[in-house]
T-cell receptor
Framework: DGGITQSPKYLFRKEGQNVTLSCEQNLNHDAMYWYRQDPGQGLRLIYY???????QKGDIAEGYSVSREKKESFPLTVTSAQKNPTAFYLC????????????FGDGTRLSIL | AQTVTQSQPEMSVQEAETVTLSCTYDTSESDYYLFWYKQPPSRQMILVIR??????QNATENRFSVNFQKAAKSFSLKISDSQLGDAAMYFC????????????????FGKGTLLTVNP
């Protein structure tokens, strides 16, 4: 079945450590996105990519980095510069088109040790 | 910038009854798309229904329908014959129809409405 796979499901970060969240899709979608979800908040866009080797900052990119070396993969690194990384992270993908919805993975829960 | 407001943090409904979740948005654009997503306890985001702003007819998907009032910038979701499996957080989202790229492809979400279904 086609879909979006995020791993790991749970992740713990120590102070000063960088961690990487994986997102892989086999839907052949061009666009991929990373969102952050905090309690009582909607989803906020961190980074997005419309094509391989290109990506743009979203609304809350500070303290995060991404790469898009393959169409299927869009990993997110939470750096030590992100002072409040505890959140639920959702990856999404979509076809580039006027009314194409975004499809989401199951998410990764990141916590600080 | 566009904003999406869901004024009901929590709602409850009896099984088999009908419930309406509210959503309003602010935009200066005339063409855009609106979505309702469902997030059950499993935390996966599931598309429920979508509406193109240029269409006057309200979208319908089985027991789910919307009341789209473009002039009022309102986009409510009606769930008929509510089922226990409908219990979830529901998010309203906006997307620009501008295909010039850049940040226009992003979704802007409301803060969500937690729906409880009582047996």
């Amino acid at each position: 079945d086609g879909g979006i796979t995020q791993s790991p499901k749970y992740l713990f970060r120590k102070e000063g450590q960088n961690v990487t969240l994986s997102c892989e899709q086999n839907l052949n979608h061009d666009a991929m996105y990373w969102y952050r979800q905090d309690p009582g908040q909607g989803l906020r866009l961190i980074y997005y990519s419309q094509i391989v080797n290109d990506f743009q900052k979203g609304d809350i990119a500070e303290g995060y980095s991404v790469s898009r070396e393959k169409k299927e993969s869009f990993p997110l690194t939470v750096t030590s510069a992100q002072k409040n990384p505890t959140a639920f992270y959702l990856c999404a993908s979509s076809i580039l088109g006027r009314n194409q919805p975004q499809h989401f993975g199951d998410g990764t829960r990141l916590s600080i040790l | 910038a566009q904003t999406v407001t869901q004024s009901q943090p929590e709602m409850s409904v009896q099984e088999a009854e009908t419930v309406t979740l509210s959503c309003t948005y602010d935009t200066s654009e005339s063409d855009y798309y609106l979505f309702w997503y469902k997030q059950p306890p499993s935390r996966q985001m599931i598309l429920v229904i979508r509406q193109e702003a240029y269409k006057q007819q309200n979208a319908t998907e089985n027991r789910f329908s919307v009341n789209f009032q473009k002039a009022a910038k309102s986009f409510s979701l009606k769930i008929s014959d509510s089922q226990l499996g409908d219990a979830a957080m529901y998010f309203c989202a906006y997307r620009s129809a501008d295909d010039s790229g850049g940040s226009n492809y992003k979704l802007t979400f409301g803060k969500g409405t937690l729906l409880t279904v009582n047996p």
